[in-house]
C-alpha cells in the first residue's frame, strides 16, 4: 500500500511540474504529419526563429524532419525526441504527410529510380494519369509510391502537388506595399506566385530596380516588365528615401526606356501628367524613395521613376542622338504597325507582315527609321524586329582585345524547369547536363575577371525572349547557349557550333575551333541554324550542341565531370582567343 501511495505521489508531482514548464512555442499550428527536407548543403539549426539566435546544431541536404510549428518564415523542427530547433523557410522543402500529397503523372513512359537522381537505376516505369502518392521530397525529384512500386520521379512529370496559393497551409493575406526594392543578388528568379515550386518569369540582377507592390510570407510581389511577379523578400532591400542632391552640384537624369509616363506624385498610382522619351536629359530637382522630381520643358515639374532613370551628378550629359545605320529590318510578327514618330502613341502609317524587310535610315533610340516601297518613311520598335547589315559592324566593332577581364559574358544553360529538353537513351535530362557544364563555365570566366551572367543558376523555367532580353540589357560582348543533341539515329555522334547573323560567324568559329582541339568525339562543323536565341540575339552569340544524348555511349561520357570539365575549358580558352584578338 505503501508502494502504491508513493508511486501515484510522483505521478502528481510530475504533472504538476510538467505543467507549470513555461511553453516557447508560440508559432502557427501546421498540419500533422508536415514535416521539412534541408535543400542547402549544410544548414545551421537555431534555438529561435531569427538569425539572431544561437545554433543549436548543423544539419546536412536531403535530411528530413517533422515540423512542430512556424514563426514567421521560420519552421521550428523536431531534432530528436527531446529536442526541437528553427530552421529558415527559404532554406529547406515543405514536405506534406503522404495522406493529403497526391500526384498525376503527366508523361508516359516515366523512369521510377532508386534514388534522387538520373544515375540511379530504374525500378519501374509509370503511363500518363496514373495516381501516384508523394511521400518525399528532396530538391527537384518526388520520392513516391504507386501500388506495389515504390522509389524516386522526377518532379516536372508529376502535376497536382501544388494547391493555389490561396489553398495552402497558413497563407498569410497579401499585404499591400507602394515603394522602390533593389535586388542584391545576381540572377535573383523572378516567380507567377511566392513559392519555390512556382514557374520563373525572369531574373534580376544584382543593382535592378523595381517596384514594391505588395506581400505575404517572405515574399514581394513586383513589377516584371508589362506583367507582376514575386521574388524572396530576403534579396529584395529599401533603399533609405527621402534626399536631396549635393547643395552646389546639380544632378541629373536620362529616360532609360522608350516612354516614361511623368506623374503628379512619387507614387505609381499618382496621377499621369505627360510623358517623356528615350535618351531625354532633364535636371533632377528632388529625389524621394527612388522617385526623382525632374525639371520639365516650360517650367514644369513631374515625378519619374527612379529605376527607368541613369543619373549623373555634376556636368549635363549629352541627349541620345539618333544615328544613321545602314542595313535593314525583317518583320518577326504579323500586323506590326509602322508608325508616324519613334513613339507607340504615334500615328500608324503602315501595317505590315512577318518576314517583310525595310531598308534603315537612321536609328533613334530604341526605334528605326525605316523607307517604304511608296518612297514615305516610317517607324518600327527595335525589339519586335531582326536587324542585319549595320548591326553586324556594330556587333564587330565590340571591342575584342585586352582579353577576359572586364567583359560581359552572358551563358545560357539550355531548358530548365518544365523544360527537360531531349532525355538520353538511359534517361538523362538535357536541361541537368546544361546546367552543370554552364556553372564550370561560369567559374572559370569569372576567376578570369569576367562580369557572368547564368540566364538560370538552378532547375528553373525561363522563357527564350527572358534570355535574349537579358543579352540585349546587359549589352553582352558574348552570348554562349549551351545543349547537347538527340537523333532518332542512336550511333550519331560528335559537337556542333550554330550562328545565325554573320556578325555572330567569329565567335562561333573561335569556340569551336577550341573544342576540336580537346574533344575526341567528331567535330560537326560550324553550321547556320535558325534557333530564337541567336536569330534574335543583337550580341555576338553561339548556339554549342556538345554531344548527342541519343547516342548510349556519348550520353554515358556527357554525364561525367571529367568531360564537362574539358568542355567548359574549352569554351573558355575560346572565348579567350576571341577576345586577345
Known amino acids: ?57 548543423q544539419v546536412h ?21 527531446s529536442q526541437t530547433g528553427w530552421v529558415a523557410n527559404w532554406l529547406v522543402t515543405l514536405s506534406k504527410s503522404s495522406d493529403d500529397r497526391k500526384g498525376i503523372v503527366s508523361e508516359d513512359g516515366l523512369r521510377i ?30 520520392e513516391i509510391s504507386a501500388g506495389q512500386n515504390s522509389g524516386w520521379v522526377h518532379k516536372d512529370y508529376i502535376t497536382g502537388d501544388d494547391p493555389p496559393l490561396e489553398d495552402r497551409e497558413g497563407t498569410s493575406t497579401i499585404q499591400n506595399e507602394n515603394w522602390t526594392g533593389v535586388s542584391t543578388d545576381n540572377s535573383l528568379n523572378v516567380r507567377n506566385s511566392p513559392g519555390l515550386n512556382s514557374s ?24 516584371f516588365g508589362n506583367t507582376e511577379g514575386w521574388v ?6 529599401k533603399p533609405s528615401s527621402a534626399s536631396k542632391p549635393p547643395a552646389n552640384q546639380a544632378a541629373f537624369g536620362k529616360v532609360t526606356i522608350h516612354t516614361l509616363n511623368i506623374r503628379e506624385k512619387a507614387d505609381l498610382n499618382g496621377e499621369v501628367i505627360g510623358s517623356v522619351k528615350h535618351g531625354e536629359v532633364f535636371e533632377i530637382l528632388e529625389e524621394e524613395s527612388n522617385w526623382y522630381k525632374l525639371s520639365l520643358k516650360g517650367g514644369k515639374t513631374g515625378w519619374a521613376a527612379g529605376w527607368y532613370i ?79 547589315g549595320s548591326r553586324s559592324q556594330e556587333a564587330a566593332n565590340k571591342p575584342k582585345s585586352g582579353g577576359l577581364k572586364g567583359k560581359t559574358i552572358l551563358i545560357d544553360p539550355g531548358h530548365g524547369g518544365r523544360d527537360s529538353g531531349t532525355i538520353g537513351y538511359r534517361g538523362t535530362f538535357e536541361k541537368e547536363l546544361t546546367l552543370s557544364t554552364s556553372q564550370i563555365l561560369y567559374d572559370l570566366l569569372k576567376n578570369a575577371g569576367a562580369n557572368v551572367i547564368l540566364t538560370r543558376n538552378d532547375d528553373s523555367y525561363s522563357s527564350l525572349n527572358t534570355r535574349v532580353a ?43 575551333d577550341s573544342l576540336a582541339k580537346s574533344l575526341s568525339s567528331r567535330n560537326r562543323g560550324l553550321k547556320q541554324g535558325d534557333y530564337y536565341v541567336i536569330r534574335e540575339n543583337k550580341q555576338p552569340a553561339v548556339l554549342l550542341e556538345l554531344g548527342y544524348l541519343s547516342n548510349p555511349s556519348e550520353e554515358a561520357l556527357s554525364s561525367t565531370h571529367s568531360f564537362q570539365d574539358m568542355a567548359a575549358r574549352s569554351i573558355y580558352n575560346g572565348l579567350d582567343d576571341y577576345f586577345s584578338e
Open 1 to 57: 500500500m505503501f508502494l502504491i501511495k508513493k508511486i501515484l505521489y510522483s505521478f502528481i508531482v510530475s504533472f504538476l511540474l510538467m505543467s507549470s514548464l513555461p511553453v516557447f512555442n508560440a508559432g502557427k499550428a501546421v498540419a500533422e504529419g508536415e514535416g521539412i527536407i534541408i535543400n542547402t548543403e549544410s544548414l545551421n539549426v537555431r534555438n529561435g526563429p531569427g538569425l539572431s539566435f544561437s545554433v543549436a546544431k
Open 61 to 81: 541536404k536531403g535530411d528530413k524532419f517533422p515540423i512542430v510549428s512556424r514563426e514567421r518564415d521560420w519552421y521550428e523542427i523536431q531534432l530528436t525526441a
Open 113 to 142: 529510380r532508386q534514388g534522387a537522381g538520373t544515375n540511379h537505376p530504374v525500378v519501374a516505369t509509370l503511363q500518363k494519369g496514373q495516381e501516384i502518392t508523394i511521400t518525399g521530397d528532396n530538391g527537384n525529384w518526388f
Open 200 to 223: 520563373v518569369l525572369g531574373k534580376l540582377n544584382k543593382g535592378d530596380k523595381v517596384p514594391v507592390t505588395g506581400s505575404v510570407s517572405g515574399w514581394f510581389r513586383i513589377g
Open 232 to 237: 524572396s523578400s530576403q534579396y529584395i532591400e
Open 310 to 388: 541613369e543619373k549623373t551628378v555634376g556636368e549635363k550629359p549629352e541627349k541620345q542622338q539618333s544615328r544613321i545605320e545602314t542595313g535593314e529590318v525583317q518583320i518577326l510578327y504579323n500586323g506590326t504597325n509602322l508608325r508616324s514618330s519613334a513613339s507607340t502613341n504615334s500615328a500608324i502609317v503602315a501595317r505590315v507582315s512577318s518576314g517583310e524587310t525595310f531598308p534603315i535610315k537612321k536609328k533613334s533610340g530604341e526605334w528605326y527609321e525605316v523607307s517604304l516601297s511608296n518612297g514615305q518613311s516610317g517607324f518600327v520598335a527595335g525589339w519586335i524586329v531582326s536587324v542585319s
Open 470 to 512: 537579358l543579352a540585349h540589357y546587359h549589352d553582352s560582348d558574348a552570348f554562349i547557349s549551351i545543349h547537347y543533341d538527340s537523333i532518332s539515329d542512336s550511333s550519331v555522334k560528335g559537337y556542333t557550333a550554330y550562328y545565325y547573323h554573320q556578325y555572330q560567324k567569329e565567335l562561333s568559329q573561335t569556340v569551336l
